[in-house]
């Protein structure tokens, strides 16, 4: 069993940056792929981007492309996402996942493991 946390959310000037990160407790953390989604108020959850366990491929949504970049340290058991130039419109739920396979998966339902979420507020 894998447990997630998240960390680093808060609340941001639009344009500025927030780096989160999700720490694994338990299981094997460097054969799981890594995702990160997100929930705006009223909205269905969205994918936002993965990346394999072997790191070899990564996938983002578009409209983060060039802006958010994941990233994982297997030694801290942890997986990033750097966001830049945030807007407005990225406002949400942040919530990882992890499955275990070698993907880099936007469909929730490839993972196994979610974590609670870190809320990030971008501010116009």
């Known amino acids: 069993q894998v447990q997630l946390v998240e960390s680093g959310g808060g609340l941001v000037q639009a344009g500025g940056s927030l780096r989160l990160s999700c720490a694994a407790i338990g299981g094997s953390f460097s054969m799981l792929s890594t995702g990160w989604f997100r929930q705006a108020s009223g909205k269905e959850r969205e994918f936002v981007a993965a990346i394999s366990h072997t790191g070899g491929s990564t996938n983002y949504l578009d409209s983060v492309k060039g802006r958010f970049t994941i990233s994982t340290d297997n030694a801290k058991k942890t997986v990033y996402l750097q966001m830049n130039s945030l807007k407005p419109e990225d406002t949400a739920l942040y919530s990882c996942?992890?499955?275990?396979?070698?993907?880099?998966?936007?469909?929730?339902?490839?993972?196994?493991?979610w974590g609670q979420g870190t809320r990030v507020t971008v501010s116009s």
């Open positions: 996942a992890a499955g275990r396979g070698d993907g880099a998966w936007s469909t929730g339902a490839w993972y196994d493991y």
